[in-house]
Nanobody, 127 residues
């Protein structure tokens, strides 16, 4: 059973930063494409960012390009999402997801391609 555990969410003011983390102990983390998605109340799940197995390739949703940065540390089985210049519309539950056993450079935004999901961490941005 693959378990993904997100952390780092919180309540911040507009313009602030948060660093989200997702730890995935006990599975072949280095063979997985990892993604971040978010879902605000009453809205559909939205792709935020993804990173390939060795961290060379990243992909970002249009609404976060230039402000969010995704990275990974395979030695710690952890991915990070640095969120800068946060806006109130970034308020959502942020979910980490894993697509296991993919080719080295695979990175994708389609939620249906991910096999495992975390429970989410709440990010609230006040204006």
């Amino acid at each position: 059973q693959v378990q993904l555990v997100e952390s780092g969410g919180g309540l911040v003011q507009a313009g602030a930063s948060l660093r989200l983390a997702c730890t995935a102990p006990g599975f072949t983390f280095s063979r997985s494409c990892m993604g971040w998605f978010r879902q605000a109340p009453g809205k559909e799940r939205e792709f935020v960012a993804a990173i390939n197995r060795n961290g060379v390739n990243t992909m970002y949703g249009d609404s976060v390009k230039g402000r969010f940065t995704m990275a990974r540390d395979n030695n710690k089985n952890t991915v990070y999402l640095q969120t800068d210049s946060l806006k109130p519309e970034a308020t959502a539950v942020y979910y980490c997801a894993a697509d296991v056993n993919v080719i080295l450079y695979a990175v994708h935004a389609n939620a249906n391609q991910y096999d495992y999901w975390g429970q989410g961490t709440q990010v609230t941005v006040s204006s």
